[in-house]
């Protein structure tokens, strides 16, 4: 039977807050398919698989700058994994870099018709030019991508596009992020301090193409009309202080749950073309309204409207401010979600499809 190997250029399970190490680490958890992973060390390892660690030692050091390979030391720990007569599905997420120095790798030891390269990209937009995109997808097998918005971009931009494709959406703990009671709102709101009758969240790294700038512009213009609202602003800080907006910075993700079940809407202004969005199904899950940018695949997350406010101009700030006036107006509601739609139970599932279908095309 193939073997599966996860070359992860993090060490998992991973310590800090990251999406696709998250989906993985809830993954290795549960029933899962991967046989190895080649990382460097982590405080932990997952119990049910076998490691081939990366270290960070002197000799390795120098052989990356005299080879001007900065990935020879997974390659080394992936050939002693590698045997031949042996079939493997090799598993890369969002490293570009390491491909090249696999594929010399697999040709030179005649050993590429043994594996099968699987690429998750959890970005949206094509990465490579046209011309310079072409080694790359005739070398992988399949690229796994976060929506069917993503495949049509790729599609329509590309003029050869020679491996499969497929979809796997992102999925989050439904045991952690989930609706709670009236009641149960009231009571997180008390604990937390909120005292205002709404409540918005907003929750991201503090980068521009995030929009925390332009959210707290457009916040400026509601809170003129609405004062008896609340903003909270989760994962950045600001000199200067807000009318309305209280700026919680970091909070440890295990904590994020009840802030979102104790908010009536989430703000999600990405400007720029967001895979997928954690954090806005999070939200999702937890009951918030959400108010988001018709970027990437955002739209596609949020069924084209019927999850969730859509702004299709995000760089205009009167779509926000009109947007947001509505919800505070008419307290728009939609449909709850399943519990299973963009769940690590759907994702987990979904992996474990995608790694059977991997198999068949290996022949085994």
């Known amino acids: 039977m193939a073997k599966v190997i996860l070359i992860s250029q993090l060490p998992l399970p991973y310590p800090k807050i990251g999406s696709w190490t998250t989906l993985y680490q809830n993954y290795l958890n549960s029933d899962h398919a991967i046989d190895y992973i080649i990382c460097e060390q982590s405080d932990e390892q997952f119990q049910n698989v076998e490691y081939g660690i990366v270290s960070q030692t002197l000799t390795l050091k120098l052989k990356k700058k005299y080879q001007k390979n900065n990935y020879i030391g997974y390659i080394e720990a992936l050939e002693k994994i590698v045997v031949s007569g042996e079939k493997y599905i090799i598993q890369i997420v969002d490293n570009f870099g390491i491909i090249k120095p696999l594929q010399e790798f697999l040709e030179s030891k005649g050993k590429r018709t043994q594996c099968y390269i699987q690429f998750f990209y959890h970005g949206f937009a094509p990465f490579y030019g046209n011309f310079e995109s072409r080694s790359f997808y005739e070398f992988i097998d399949e690229m796994v991508l976060l929506t069917h918005d993503s495949y049509k971009a790729h599609k329509n931009y590309y003029t050869i596009l020679p491996c499969r494709f497929s979809v796997l959406h992102n999925g989050i703990d439904e045991n952690k992020f989930f609706k709670v009671s009236t009641e149960q709102k009231q009571k997180l709101r008390e604990k937390l301090g909120l005292t205002s009758k709404t ?3 907003w929750c991201s790294q503090d980068r521009p193409k995030k929009g925390l700038d332009l959210i707290l512009d457009v916040w400026n213009r509601i809170y003129e009309k609405h004062t008896d609202c609340t903003l909270l602003v989760i994962g950045a800080k600001r000199d200067k202080t807000f009318a309305g907006v209280s ?27 967001e895979g997928f969005g954690l954090s806005l199904i999070e939200a999702l899950h937890c009951g918030c309204y959400s108010i988001a940018s018709a970027l990437g695949g955002v739209p596609e997350v949020l069924q084209y409207g019927n999850l969730g406010r859509l702004i299709e101009n995000p760089h205009f700030i009167a779509e926000w401010v009109d947007a947001i006036d509505e919800f505070l107006l008419e307290k728009e509601e939609y449909p709850s979600l399943s519990e299973e739609l963009y769940s690590k139970t759907a994702w987990n599932k979904g992996m474990n499809e995608r790694i059977a279908e991997a198999k068949k095309s290996l022949g085994r």
């Not at 970091?250 to 809407?265: G, R, S």
């Open 199 to 201: 409540v918005f969240i």
């Open 247 to 273: 700026f919680l910075g970091k909070i440890p993700n295990d904590e994020l749950p009840q802030y979102y079940q104790a908010a009536d809407a989430y703000l999600f202004p990405t400007l720029w073309h």
